[in-house]
């Protein structure tokens, strides 16, 4: 269509379904990260506790099935807020949360990895969000600063599994990783997603993308919408305009269409931002408007010194 809204039906109003590989847990590919919920720097409570309630009861309601979150998040102010809003949890919705960091005090991010810690850190998120099993855990290496950084994690993907049977977890997934940390841990358990720093302007892990599309594991990226720094394009604006869409919703849509494993979870704070983000499912970008978007990591690529 020319405005670029397809028809849609419930089916594929949220970006159509997706399982993860091996398990029971299928998801809208329209999900929702909860990180925006804590307070300033993801620290403490947020300014509007009500806000942050209205805004995980808005995104169930309208059909979102997967929230993305840590004990970590406050810490534990934004699992707190999950439960606040939705527990008893509806029987469809899975919860994402992540082990690997520990917020002191002065709010620095820490990380805590040691077996030890990995299973308070599991203990920690079942009793702030009020269950007996966590659906997916993410083993979040603390990496570098800008992505991940090569090195074994065998020994908390080792942990992990070990929870895994003693019935803790379901499933497990990784965050920050590089193709081989993902090989590594495969050759320790199965794992289902994986979470990283990935958005228009930001393709790194193309080539990890194919790979776990041919294994049907899902990719998650994090920081969608350029997270602490959102995107700007002029050209991402000018698609905007045209499709009558926002250009965080493109950036959103163009997500959606570069590969069928790749799941969202946008973060925000704000229930009118949660609808626009939700709406961008419904954008259908042509094949020219892709290879237009597909320009903007080109051109950030060649501005790099
Ligand atoms: N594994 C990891 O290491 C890791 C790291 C970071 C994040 N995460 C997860 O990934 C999720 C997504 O990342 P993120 O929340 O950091 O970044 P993001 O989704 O890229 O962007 C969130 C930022 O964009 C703003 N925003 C959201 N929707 C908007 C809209 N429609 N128009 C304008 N601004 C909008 C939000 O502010 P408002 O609140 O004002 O809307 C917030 O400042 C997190 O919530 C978290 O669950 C994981």
Redesign the pocket.
Known sequence: MSNGISNTTSETKLGGRFTFPGTSLTVQRMGY????LAGPGVFGPPKDPEAAVAVLREAVAAGVNHI???DFYGPHVTNQIIRQALHPYPTELVIVT?LGARRPADGSWQSAISPEDLTAGVHDNLRNLGLDALDIV?Y?AMGAIHGPKEGSIAEQVTALADLRREGLIRHLGL??VTAAQVAEAQAITDIVCV?N?Y?LAHRDDDALIEDLARQGIAYVP???????T?LQSSTLSAVADRLGA?P??VALAWLLHRSSNILL??????VA?LR??LAAAQLTLAPETLAELDGIAAEGMAAKP
Request: aromatic share 8%; no cysteine; proline share 9%.
């Open positions: 990260g909860a990180m925006q993305d979150t840590s992540k993410n979040r965050s920050n979470q720093h958005n994090f920081f969608p919408l350029g997270g602490f959102p926002t965080m919703q979870i946008p973060g925000t704070s704000s931002h626009e983000n």
